[in-house]
């Protein structure tokens, strides 16, 4: 069974502090996304990274996908409240394009 | 506002029951997948049709069915209902067919979700 684990599951922070959060799979995965969700809403689309070792930055945002495609991570800078939210990474396996989504990581940033 | 459309909200039911679920995709996408949230699954993609054909199957229990209609709007048919089917149900809407398993890198535009409670 292909899973993406993610780490840490809860995380709170001060704001202004840095934080990483991690997406790892023993699986090949061909694309990952990440989102953030809400609480009341449906998840929303952060970045699609499909190449290994590719790096996307979105403002305060830096996103890698692993050189093997078996993981990925967030990295937030001088987090802010409003980057409150679920964060989940979501793969389309190599091969049979399955899509999965990795177990969440509950982010509260404090003010 | 993403313009996906799901209806209802909330959904109260018993056990044994049939409900059904329903979602508008945004004006002009041509897919629709179906998602389940819960607590001790995560989310999982259960299906998705690309312009009224069945496109791709994820986790999807032979109890639930679904379709997609001309005017490109989806249901999501849940029988039998179970306690365990409790949970959130999101569709999604993207312009483009995905790949054999899913949405592959397409973006995907998430409704607020219908929260089932199956009593």
């Known amino acids: 069974t292909q899973l993406l684990e993610q780490s840490p599951q809860f995380l709170s922070i001060q704001e202004g502090e840095n934080l990483t959060v991690y997406c790892n799979s023993s699986s090949v995965f061909s694309s990952l996304q990440w989102y953030r969700q809400e609480p009341g809403e449906g998840p929303v689309l952060l970045v699609t990274?499909?190449?290994?070792?590719e790096v996307k930055k979105l403002k305060r945002l830096t996103f890698q996908f692993g050189d093997a495609r078996k993981d990925s991570s967030l990295h937030i800078t001088a987090a802010q409240p409003g980057d409150t939210g679920l964060y989940l990474c979501?793969?389309?396996?190599?091969?049979?394009?399955?899509?999965?989504f990795g177990t969440g990581t509950r982010l509260k940033v404090l003010a | 506002d993403s313009g996906v459309t799901q209806t209802p909200k909330h959904l109260i039911t018993a056990t044994g029951q049939r409900v059904t679920l329903r979602c508008s995709p945004r004006s002009g996408d041509l897919s629709v997948y179906w998602y389940q949230q819960s607590l001790d699954q995560g989310l999982q993609f259960l299906i998705q049709?690309?312009?009224?054909?069945?496109?791709a199957k994820g986790n999807i229990l032979e109890r639930f069915s679904a379709q997609q209609f001309p005017d490109l709007h989806s249901e999501l048919n849940l029988s039998s209902l179970e306690l365990g089917d409790s949970a959130l149900y999101f569709c999604a809407s993207s312009p483009n067919p995905g790949l054999a398993g899913g949405p592959g890198t397409d973006t995907q535009y998430f409704g607020p979700g219908t929260r089932l409670t199956v009593l």
């Open positions: 990274v499909v190449t290994g070792g």
């Open positions: 049709y690309y312009n009224g054909e069945e496109r």
């Open positions: 979501a793969g389309a396996s190599s091969g049979t394009y399955k899509y999965i």
